[in-house]
T-cell receptor, first 112, second 111 residues
Framework: DAKTTQPNSMESNEEEPVHLPCNHSTISGTDYIHWYRQLPSQGPEYVIHGLTSNVNNRMASLAIAEDRKSSTLILHRATLRDAAVYYCILRDRGDGNEKLTFGTGTRLTIIP | DTGVSQDPRHKITKRGQNVTFRCDPISEHNRLYWYRQTLGQGPEFLTYFQNEAQLEKSRLLSNRFSAERPKGSFSTLEIQRTEQGDSAMYLC?????????FGEGSRLTVL
């Protein structure tokens, strides 16, 4: 699986936007970029995914660089409930391999 | 609640004992996954079922580990002759197509 690189940790103030970066320089043409997050004492939960175009949903936005070698997860207005570990994962849907390969993610701390 | 359910949530056992975890996926989800997570690490893939067929097994899944999904619905993960290194959170996830839905996990402590 292609690998991703994320900062180990980030901090942000409550009610401010948060930009979580992810580098994936070896991404292939059929790799989708997925983001999951894991709140304390819970299993991971899906946040968003995209292929080439920027994506928005009720939880977040995903900005994908034109060369697809990096992406940024944007939380528009962080709350204390957004404190979690955020995982950026590449998932190749072209070969039928359904599993997700997690790295260590970015631990996001929200400061009240 | 119709999410992924795992049982038990916590299990403490002595080294050498066998343990079994159960996962009930979201109904109609044909894909089921098992992951293991240790402190400070991301979840590690163990195995994957599509319906009742086990399609992929990680090298992490030693011969002491066995997983089944007999009727394509619930799944069990059994660990025989547990070792202290087996202490971890065991996560189950299911999907139909696309995003994975995870349960809250079963935490195993081997004394």
């Amino acid at each position: 699986d292609a690998k991703t690189t994320q900062p180990n940790s980030m901090e942000s103030n409550e009610e401010e936007p948060v930009h979580l970066p992810c580098n994936h320089s070896t991404i292939s043409g059929t790799d989708y970029i997925h983001w999951y997050r894991q709140l304390p004492s819970q299993g991971p939960e899906y946040v968003i995914h995209g292929l080439t175009s920027n994506v928005n949903n009720r939880m977040a936005s995903l900005a994908i660089a034109e060369d697809r070698k990096s992406s940024t997860l944007i939380l528009h207005r962080a709350t204390l409930r957004d404190a979690a570990v955020y995982y950026c994962i590449l998932r190749d849907r072209g070969d039928g391999n359904e599993k997700l390969t997690f790295g260590t993610g970015t631990r996001l701390t929200i400061i009240p | 609640d119709t999410g992924v359910s795992q049982d038990p949530r916590h299990k403490i056992t002595k080294r050498g004992q066998n343990v079994t975890f159960r996962c009930d996926p979201i109904s109609e989800h044909n894909r089921l996954y098992w992951y293991r997570q240790t402190l400070g690490q991301g979840p590690e893939f163990l195995t994957y079922f599509q319906n009742e067929a086990q399609l992929e097994k990680s090298r992490l899944l030693s011969n002491r580990f066995s997983a089944e999904r007999p009727k394509g619905s619930f799944s069990t993960l059994e660990i025989q002759r547990t070792e202290q290194g087996d202490s971890a959170m065991y996560l189950c996830a299911s999907s139909f197509w696309g995003e994975l839905f995870f349960g809250e996990g079963s935490r195993l402590t081997v004394l």
